[in-house]
């Protein structure tokens, strides 16, 4: 189909694109400036992989991956990594370049992979990417692979109906964030038992397989050992504010851990039920991709700001399919997520409201579910 946009479209597009761009231009300089390497956590990425050359079971010990990160950028904090083996054996690859060259590589993947799953889920892609330039310019400050997130869950979800073997492998990708597959992870169980998941375990055998020969099986114990102080992370975390979790809402407003873990518990089991609620009830492909997108951000216990990029797909999906203004004006507020809900937790200092856009998209996907809706267009 030929992508015809009207001046309005293209002259957001633009301005979105100017804005993202000055954000993340002002973000390398202040950096710059700090003496820092720009990359935010691709610092710790990059540092991970590095050690990994020469001793890979040490970067799960934060006091040695921390003199690591300091010769990589010396003004930058220190973090934690908390990522599976297959992904360090990845990184380990990825070290091989100097730091500049690697951190474009891994920008420039997680654009692509964003823009590769709107062609997927059947999304006008320029109006998906309108829509979700400011957490794709938070992702490249953040130095994260928010995009790559986005194309294994809403890749899988796409594919589900009518390739689950390739679905699966998609799922099992998501091994390296496990906390999103939450939704997807139910969806292979119901929708496709045997092919999806038969998928799902190829995916993860090859992913181990690889990271045990490059890294070797020990590495497998440094990994676990670190589990418990991964678990910890959530709930002593000191940036709620940028975390659109309802664990987290209900922590920075003051609640004690078991209730902040329980509110999380069943705001993803409300999620994970209100996305299987829509596959059942509709066949149309961008309802039930839109309610897999937003239900597996509402999920998800860990979150951050970048994680927001999810929600570009389905923004673009239901703006195809939502001609008032109100709700398209609802669109635009969620585009712009990854920069309200942060800045009213900072202004309040107790109310975060990161959780409330993925609900909102999932209630916009869910509209009209209860009859079965004629299926449309995510390429088979």
Known sequence: ???????????????FAVWAL???????????RAGRSYGGDFVTFYAAGAMAKVDADGVYDRTALSKVESRVSPGAPSAPFHYPPPLLAALRVLAKLPYFAALVVWTAASAVAFLAVTR???????????LALPALAVNAIAGQAAGLVAFLALGSASLLTKHPLAAGVLAGGLAFKPHFVLVVGPLLVLRDRQRGLMGAAGAL????????????????????????????????????????????ALLLAGCPTWVALTGQGLASLFAVISALRVWNHTTSSPRRISATAAATLLAAPYAYIYDFVLLGVPLGLLWREERSLPIRTLLILCSLAGVVSPLVAYWTDVIQIGWAFPLLVLWL????????GEATSAPS
Do not use: N
Request: charged content about 15%; proline content about 1%.
């Open 1 to 15: 189909m030929q992508l015809r946009l009207t001046v309005a479209a293209r002259g957001t597009i633009f301005t």
């Open 22 to 32: 000055a954000i993340l231009v002002a973000s390398w300089w202040s950096d710059e």
């Open 120 to 130: 997927l889920a059947g999304a006008d892609t320029a109006t998906s990417l309108a």
């Open 205 to 248: 055998g090859m992913q181990s397989l690889a990271a045990t020969l490059i890294l070797g099986g020990s590495v497998w114990w440094a990994f676990a050992t670190d589990l418990d102080d991964a678990g910890r992370f959530l709930t002593e975390s000191a940036v709620w504010e940028r975390m659109p979790s309802v664990a987290a």
């Open 365 to 372: 996907s869910s509209r009209g579910s209860g009859t079965r």
